[in-house]
Nanobody
Framework: VQLQASGGGLVQAGGSLRLSCAAS????????MGWFRQAPGKEREFVAA????????HYADSVKGRFTISGDKAKNTVYLQMNSLKAEDTAVYYC???????????????????WGQGTQVTVSS
């Protein structure tokens, strides 16, 4: 599985961005697809995920109500719609995929097997 993340950029606080993660090699419908982010000097943290097969969505408390994860099976692509962006959302965003991930493990980076290259999101205050 290869993942290609895109859609990052510079946006003012309160603005929106939509990140895309295109998967190749396998259809992602049975995979858990997740978004993580990493700010300078900080550990990689969970943002959102959609669980393969079940289709349930999961969000970090810090983004709940502002970010939405969704997928397009026909395009083998998962999206992260980010609204009401804040300066603290600034980070490199990574998409990742995993097969057969339990809900209890969905927020842990080591649960994911495949990672995209990352896309920079910068929110100016």
């Amino acid at each position: 599985v290869q993942l290609q993340a895109s859609g990052g950029g510079l946006v003012q606080a309160g603005g929106s961005l939509r990140l895309s993660c295109a998967a190749s090699g396998r259809t992602f419908s049975s995979y858990t697809m997740g978004w993580f982010r990493q700010a300078p000097g900080k550990e990689r943290e969970f943002v959102a995920a959609v669980r393969g097969g079940v289709g349930s969505t999961h969000y970090a408390d810090s983004v709940k109500g502002r970010f939405t994860i969704s997928g397009d099976k026909a395009k083998n692509t998962v999206y992260l719609q980010m609204n009401s962006l804040k300066a603290e959302d600034t980070a490199v965003y990574y998409c990742a995929s995993a097969l057969r991930t339990m809900a209890s493990m969905i927020r842990i980076p080591s649960s994911y097997t495949y990672w995209g290259q990352g896309t920079q999101v910068t929110v100016s205050s």
